[in-house]
C-alpha cells in the first residue's frame, strides 16, 4: 500500500468520464488537458460500445484508468473477469463488497492491479439500507464491509467522506480510501445523498476522490478541475 505522502497531488483528483462513447470522451481528455491525470470510465461508457478504445487511449496520453465495473457475481466469474482486466493499463478496479469467497477469488486474479471494494453507495443513506434488511448507520456498514473486504485480500474501499472517520479510527491507513460524492458545501439537489467538499474528504483521510458533475457543470471544466487540486494541496500539505 503507498504511503499517503508518495501519491502525486494530481493523482488525487479522479474524473469521472460519465459519457456514452469515444468521440464524448477525447473531447473532455482535449478540455481538461494536463489539470487531470487520472480518470474513471464506468458502466455508461461501457454499454456504449467505446469502453476499451478509451481505455487505451488514455493510456496511450499517459493517464491512469480506474475501472469502475462494479463486478458481482458467483466467484469463478468474477475471478475471469479481473484476470481479464488485470493484463490492461488499469491501476483500480470495482468489486462489491458481498461474498467473502467471491472477493477472494477477485483477490487471487488480480496481479498488480488495485482492487476496490464497493461498500455503501454514496446514493443511498439509512433508509434506503434497511429497505434492503440492512441494520445500522452507512458508517457502521461500511466498516462491517470493510474489515470483510480486508481480510479477503482487496486493497481499498469506496465509501463517502462521511464515513471516514469511522474507517479510519478502524483501520488506520491500512486500506486505500477512494471517495466518491464530492460536492461544495451546502450543495444539493441531485441523487447523491451522503457528499462532502473536498477539504471535508482530506481531512477525514481520503486518499483520492472521484468527482464528476462539480468538474463537468462548471463554466470552465479545466479551472473548476485546478482548483480541486488546490484545495487537495492545501489539504494534504
Not at 161 to 184: K, M, Q
Request: aromatic fraction near 6%; include cysteine; glycine fraction near 10%.
Amino acid at each position: 500500500m503507498p504511503e499517503p505522502a508518495a501519491i502525486p497531488v494530481r493523482d488525487r483528483l479522479i474524473f469521472a468520464l460519465d459519457v456514452p462513447g469515444y468521440a464524448e470522451a477525447v473531447a473532455w481528455m482535449d478540455r481538461l488537458g494536463d489539470a487531470v491525470s487520472f480518470y474513471k470510465i464506468g458502466l455508461e461508457l461501457l454499454s456504449g460500445g467505446d469502453y476499451f478504445r478509451v481505455l487505451d487511449e488514455l493510456a496511450r496520453r499517459g493517464k491512469k484508468v480506474f475501472a469502475d465495473l462494479k463486478f458481482h457475481d458467483v466467484p469463478a466469474t468474477v475471478a475471469g473477469a479481473v484476470r481479464g482486466l488485470a493484463v490492461r493499463p488499469v491501476t483500480f478496479a470495482t468489486i462489491h463488497c458481498d461474498s467473502r469467497g467471491m472477493l477472494e477469488a477477485a483477490a487471487a486474479a488480480k496481479g498488480s492491479l488495485r482492487l476496490l471494494a464497493v461498500t455503501v453507495l454514496t446514493s443511498n443513506d439509512r433508509d434506503d439500507l434497511a429497505a434492503l434488511g440492512v441494520a445500522g448507520e452507512p458508517s457502521e456498514v461500511v466498516v462491517e464491509r470493510a474489515r470483510l473486504a480486508q481480510a479477503a485480500g482487496i486493497d481499498g474501499v469506496v465509501c463517502s467522506g462521511a464515513d471516514l472517520p469511522r474507517l479510519r479510527a478502524e483501520f488506520g491507513r491500512d486500506l486505500l480510501a477512494v471517495c466518491p460524492g464530492i460536492r461544495p458545501a451546502g450543495a444539493g439537489g441531485d441523487d447523491q445523498k451522503r457528499t462532502v467538499d473536498v477539504p471535508a474528504a482530506f481531512a477525514r483521510g481520503a486518499d483520492y476522490i472521484v468527482v464528476g458533475r462539480p468538474i463537468r457543470n462548471a463554466p470552465d471544466p479545466r479551472a473548476a478541475a485546478d482548483a480541486m487540486v488546490g484545495q487537495i494541496t492545501a489539504a494534504v500539505g
